[in-house]
């Protein structure tokens, strides 16, 4: 342990796992810390100490006054009119979104559903199969690319833009700084993606600042380790190209090799000069000075290479205005390095957002304090029991929403997204998920009222998108592909050419999309959801393991939250109101806020509540 101006920092000293997918991922921070990493820690605290002061309150008034919300999508699918829809389909054939499509006209129908975020999926230049020689940017190896598009995690430029979303590649970086633009003049932020893990196997970047050296560029290619390597190598031995021998109408542009030599380990920590196929071996794992060979020793000290090239990165993008990044895979990453890089990116800009892709509940609270994320992905606690009732799985029970906020997250769920659909996860409206759409709406509500913290929409997901049919690599998963170059069908309709006014879409996605609208209006600007506290409403009434109600309450607001999961049952309880919330406030004419419509309940201290199956109630008292 040691001290900094009275202040303590002791060590961590275990190794947790994430599952994902079947996966078991390492999070490398939380190895036993040296000397070095010591008194990284305790600058970084005595930096955060002495500059948090000079924007706390600036960020106490941002994160307080409403609610975040954010709407994620990817431009390339997002403006995309054409309906061809070719399975591996060129750009040429299937078309592809541009920023300039995402016009005055997108947002404000964005911001109908009362979005203050928007998260552009896929900006930053991701190796891909389209022909962009002509503009100095050589071509990748489909042996390593994965679709004709290529994945949005597969980094090729840092400093560049992905050149598909441009109507005029030459200008690309203007026509995404105007995009940046126009979201601001409609009072929306921006994030992106920061993708700090792993990079394209063909790295390139031709688009750097000067004095800016590229990852890889001084590597000792003799060292399977050193700390000063931006990745990692297996030496003397090639990278041999994994296959699942299947054909497919890119396996003519595939001869089996890739020119590298000696080996570079693999992002999802791959030591192998021969990854599966079922790996990310589309990607390099970047060295942030860990021997994941050698007992995980940390090397920290001095700062490695891969750090600092890191943060300029994130000062680059902060400089185009951006708001906040998204953080993939965040816990692959030392948490010691994020405890040092964002503050000095928030000196910068103090009102920036961190949002951490995370998946391993027991190292949350870590991330958020020693690691300084604003927000971590709640998707192993909220996200993974709503979906159980939202299938109507045997095992289903809303044990689960109450473990997440009482246990789980307890003292930080304000700190948690919450989401119901990503471009990871399957589309609620799949043949693999729901089916339908609307069986989620209990969940939606449960999502965006159970804590302050943001809630995540995905675009097409307010309007009931199926994620139907096998678009390319990512097969038919029930996803909405980011592999391929794509239409998505029923947000399309609502694109309506251009017009985004919805006219093309039938009155059950009209409704749905209402819904969605109407309920975070409510919860956006809820003084009770923004800021007040939660109480667990006991079993009542007829009330079993698929019927769940709670109530946010503060000095200005008071909601009871109800929502019934069940596939046949009517909830029918008459809900006791204890004596502290009663005399928090005044009483308000008892309103369905979802409906908008008086309930006609007198006052007093119970509300009688009658709900029919898989629905939900938002009621002002």
Known sequence: MIKVKGLEVEGIGFKP????????????????????????????????????????????????????????????????????????????????????????????????????????????????????????????DADVVKGRAGSPYAIRDYYDVNPD????????????????????????????????????????????????????AKDDVTKGFSPQNDFYYIPGQPFVVPTNRQKTPLSALQDGKFDENPAKATGNDAFTASPKYDDWYETIKLNY?????????????????????????????TKKDVDGFRCDMAEMVPIAFWNWVIPQVKQVNPDLIFLGEAYNPQVYKQYLEEGKFDYLYDKVGLYDGLKRLIRNEPHADVAAIRYVWQKESAGFGKNMLRFLENHDEERIASAGFAGKAELALPAMVVSATLGSGPVMLYFGQEVGEPGKGAEGFGGDDNRTTIFDYWGVPNHQKWMNGGLFDGHKLNAAQQNLRAYYKQLLKVTSTSDAVVNGEIYDVPQAGNMNNRMYAFIRYSGKQRLLVVANFDRNETLEANIEIPDHILKVKNSSPVTDLLSDRKLNIPAGTSIPVKLGPVSAQVIEF
């Open 289 to 317: 000075g860990v021997d994941y060979q050698n007992g995980r020793q940390n090397h920290f000290e001095p700062i490695p290479p891969v750090w600092t090239k890191m943060r300029d990165i994130l000062i680059f993008w």
């Open 17 to 140: 796992q994430a599952l994902i997918s079947g996966k078991v991922f390492f999070a490398s921070c939380f190895t036993p810390l040296g000397g070095g990493t010591r008194r990284i820690l305790a600058l970084s605290i005595i930096f955060t100490i002495l500059s948090s002061s000079s924007f706390a309150q600036k960020k106490s008034k941002k994160m307080n006054d409403k609610q975040i919300v954010i709407y994620q999508l990817l431009p390339r699918l997002f403006g995309n009119k054409n309906t061809a829809n070719i399975p591996y389909g060129t750009i040429e054939q299937n078309g592809s979104g541009k920023f300039n499509d995402i016009t005055d006209k997108a947002l404000d129908g964005i911001k109908e559903l009362h979005v203050n975020y928007v998260w552009y999926t896929g900006a930053i230049a991701h190796a891909s199969l389209t022909d962009y020689s002509a503009y100095g940017i050589k071509v990748d």
């Open 165 to 216: 979303l441009a109507v005029d590649v030459k200008n690309r970086m203007k026509e995404f700084e105007s995009l940046v633009k126009r979201t601001h003049a409609k009072n929306l932020k921006v994030i992106i993606d920061f993708v700090p893990n792993h990079v394209a196997r063909s790295y390139h970047s031709y688009a750097k600042p000067k004095n800016v050296v590229d990852f890889g």
